[in-house]
Structure formats: C-alpha cells, structure tokens
C-alpha cells in the first residue's frame, strides 16, 4: 500500500478515536446510555465546495483548526469556478456540501433555473458584500453626495448613481452593473439599493432569464474573482460582489466601494451551508458532526483580533482566496475602506457567530423569497402560507439545535451562545436602507410596502 494511503487511513482511525472521546464526554454529561455514547458519522470522508471568496472561511477555519477531524471526518476543500457549477456538483453528487449563496438553496428546491430539492441547517455569515463603481461613474455620483470634512456622508444612497444613469440615458448609452448569480444575495442586494433610489433594476420573465424587463440598469453575471478585471476592460460600470474584490478594486485604483450590505440591510444573511436533502436524510449523523465544526469555527472567529488576524493569513493563500494579505485585512479585521484612505471603523462588516449568525432563521428564507417574487423570478402571486412553508422546507434549524446541544453537552459551548427558545423567526426589522420594516410573518404585506417591483397578482408583461 502506498504512503500517502496508509498516512490517510492512520489519520482517519485517530480521527475516529478523537470522535469517540468527544462524544463520550458529551453523552456523560447528558446521562445517555452508551449505546448513544458510540453514534458515529455514516460517511467520514467527504468533498466540499467552496468559491474564493472571505466567506468561505467557516469551511476553511472548521479544517485548518480540526474541527471536522475531530467529529471523525475526513474532508477535502476544493475551490469551484462559479456558483451555477458549484450547485451543480452538489446536485449530482459529486460534492457531498458546499459553501453557497443564501439564495440557491431555496431557489433550486422551488426549481429558479435548476430544480433539486437543497436544504441548510447552518448560516455561514453576516453581512460581508459591497457595491462599487469605477472612478468615472464615482467622480460623477460624487458631485450628489453630501460631505463631511470634505469626505462621502454615508450610507450614499442610490439616487447618487440614479443622477449618472439618466445622463447615460441621455447620451444613448447603456448602463451596465455585475452581480454573481441570480440568486445571489449580491444580486437582490444590488436590486433593493437601485430600487430604494428609483432606479428600476428589472423584471425576469418566462421569456428574460437575465432580468432586465424595464431596467433602467443591466445587471449581469460575472464570477466574483473576475469582478475588478472586468470593470476595468469598461465591460461594466459597476458591480456588487463579496470581499476581497470590492477592497481589490481599491488597491488596484480602478474603483470604489459606494456602500456595503450592512448599510443596506443591517446585520443581513450572507452565505449558508447546502446539501442536497437526500444526502441529509442519508447521512443524518454525518450531517449533525458537520455543523457542529462549522459552529465552533463560527465561535472561533469571533473570538478575537488576534484570531481574524490568523484567518485573514490562511485565507490569502492560493489555495483559499489567494488574494493579499492586506486586502483581505481591510474588510476582515474591523475597518472597511471606501476611496483610497479612507478607511472607516465597521466592526460587525464581516460577523461569523455574534447575533445568532448560524442559526438558519425561517424569517432570513422568507426575505429571499419575498425578492424572487418581487422581481419575477416567482413570477405569481403566493400567499404567506407557501412562504412559511418553502422556508420551513429549506431551512433546518433542527438539525442545527441538534448540533448545538451536543457542544453544550461536550462543553464546547454555552446555552446562551445559541436561541434556544426561538421558534425560527427574527422579530420585525428596521435596518433597512429605505426605512422600511420587514416582518417575516407577513411577507405580502412587505411586498406591498415596496414602491417598485411585483405585489398581490401582478405578473411581468411580455
């Protein structure tokens, strides 16, 4: 037998060993009798997906630190080229989870684009996502934004931006931003932002798979690591994407970021972790171990400076992001610059436990789906049954209080690290740019308070 074989299958057996330690002192906590003493994860070697961007660092973090050896698993993290790809391989098996866009879960299993029944029981992220500009399109916005020792008040709103589009409407020129995927979290982000300031970002329709039904803005595809390079070629004038390549286009002195998702939407959902729900109902036991090393990754990050500091040095090798150390820090340690030096305290931009992060909340489902529907990609009216319903489909957050028991149990964590009450709902929130609250339990009411997009009955015209 090979080396590198019997390395592998040594490393397993101990990993085996260290799980069966955990799992006993957890269950002498607990009282339970041994035969729950020895549950182990049907499958122990598995593949993950992962795009090159920050937040993908819980997956990393949750490897680097053994926190999947230690629940006796044997993974292997391999970067994927875009998100349609990524689902894909999760899809047909060829990647038994993956890091993924809030968004695709719910939009494969109510079949947008692919149709494949996805579930997540562990959010991976707050917040963590940009808009910029290139210099052209910012020295023009610039002259609409209010000043404050001769800096950009923000959060800059959109009807900045809606000042450049009507000039290149003026000029028959065509206005042309990026996102990364239709049901990216960066695509509704970029869509509420335009639409807060009236600019229209939109329809899709049976017959406009991109979404640009009455737009007075284009929105299209571009893979994340791709976003700098292709406003620089002048492609596009704009893009929202997740760090590091808003902090990128910084470094490089080809644009500049005008807002962050945290200004949009406080403290939003960013990223979750998806199996498809035959591999969840397959590997119940495996499914469980995972999530618990994705919370204490979650836990380890936010732990301290001196930890984001650390992951902010893994994640720059090209393995993970790739990209440089000092742009990774910009947005991963406290501060987030806009123009080149100004760079401003944001201590909760990039959040990976604090404020129940993990925790896979009905109500974040219920916004996603409400922005399907509210730009045609559920292109009929719902009523809010089937939104509490999807959402209840989706997301599992009974397998992730599962998992969060047993680190109770094994004294990994503390009861009030987690909700344990909570019956899967946010109550209403306000931190919204446009001032509008939303409340997850009446999604159709929400819809209604939104000046531009679908409501009640209302379809695309095509």
């Known amino acids: 037998m090979p080396n590198s074989i019997v390395k592998r299958h040594r490393g397993l057996s101990r990993r085996k060993f260290l799980a069966d330690l955990s799992l006993l002192a957890g269950a002498s906590v607990l009282g339970l009798p041994a035969s729950a003493q020895k549950a182990r994860p049907e499958k122990e070697a598995l593949k993950f997906g992962f795009i090159k961007l920050t937040d993908c660092v819980p997956l990393v973090i949750a490897y680097e630190k053994k926190y999947f050896d230690e629940e006796g698993l044997f993974v292997t993290l391999e970067a994927q080229a875009n998100w349609k790809v990524l689902l894909d391989r999760v899809i047909d098996s060829q990647l038994d989870g993956a890091h993924m866009l809030a968004g695709q879960p719910l939009g494969a299993t109510i079949g947008v684009g692919t149709k ?15 808009i910029t500009v290139s210099n052209e399109v910012w020295k023009e916005m610039r002259k609409h934004v209010p000043l404050k020792d001769a800096k950009p008040v923000h959060p800059i709103k959109a009807e900045a931006l809606k000042k450049v589009v009507e000039k290149f409407k003026a000029e028959g020129k065509q206005f042309k931003m990026g996102m990364v995927f239709p049901l990216s979290t960066h695509n509704y982000e970029l869509r509420y932002w335009l639409a807060s300031g009236g600019i229209h970002p939109g329809f899709y329709s049976a017959t406009d798979v991109n979404g640009q039904t009455e737009a007075d803005v284009l929105i299209s595809v571009t893979p994340p690591p791709q976003m700098p390079a292709t406003l620089e070629s002048g492609t596009i004038h704009g893009y929202c994407v997740g760090e590091p390549w808003n902090q990128q286009a910084v470094a490089k002195g080809i644009g500049v970021p005008v807002i962050t998702d945290y200004e949009i939407w406080k403290n939003n959902p960013e990223k979750v972790f998806g199996v498809t729900n035959g591999w969840a109902e397959k590997y119940p036991r495996t499914h469980v171990a995972v999530v618990k090393a994705l919370i204490r990754a979650g836990m380890w990050l936010d732990q301290s400076a001196a930890n984001r500091k650390e992951a902010v040095k893994i994640l720059s090798r090209p393995n993970y992001v790739g ?8 947005s991963m340690t406290g501060t987030y610059e806009y123009e080149k030096g100004d760079k401003r305290a944001m201590p909760d931009f990039n959040v ?12 974040d489902a219920i916004w996603y789906l409400t ?14 049954a089937w939104f509490f319903e999807t959402a209840k489909q989706v997301y599992r957050p009974d397998i992730y209080m599962q998992a969060a028991k047993e680190l109770i149990a094994e004294g990994k964590a503390k009861e009030s690290d987690f909700p344990m009450k909570s019956d899967g709902f946010r109550g209403p929130q306000d931190g919204f740019i446009d001032g509008i609250v939303f409340d997850a339990k009446k999604p159709n009411e929400y819809l209604k308070k939104l000046k531009i997009g679908l409501k009640g009955e209302q379809t695309v015209k095509n």
């Open 116 to 130: 494949a029944p996805v579930i997540t029981a562990f959010s991976m992220d707050l917040n963590g996502n940009g």
């Open 323 to 330: 990209a440089d150390e000092d742009v990774i820090a910009n």
């Open 352 to 363: 990976f436990f604090r404020y129940h992060a993990t925790y896979p909340f009905y109500s």
């Open 371 to 384: 922005q399907m529907r509210r730009w045609g990609q559920i292109p009929e009216g719902k009523p809010d």
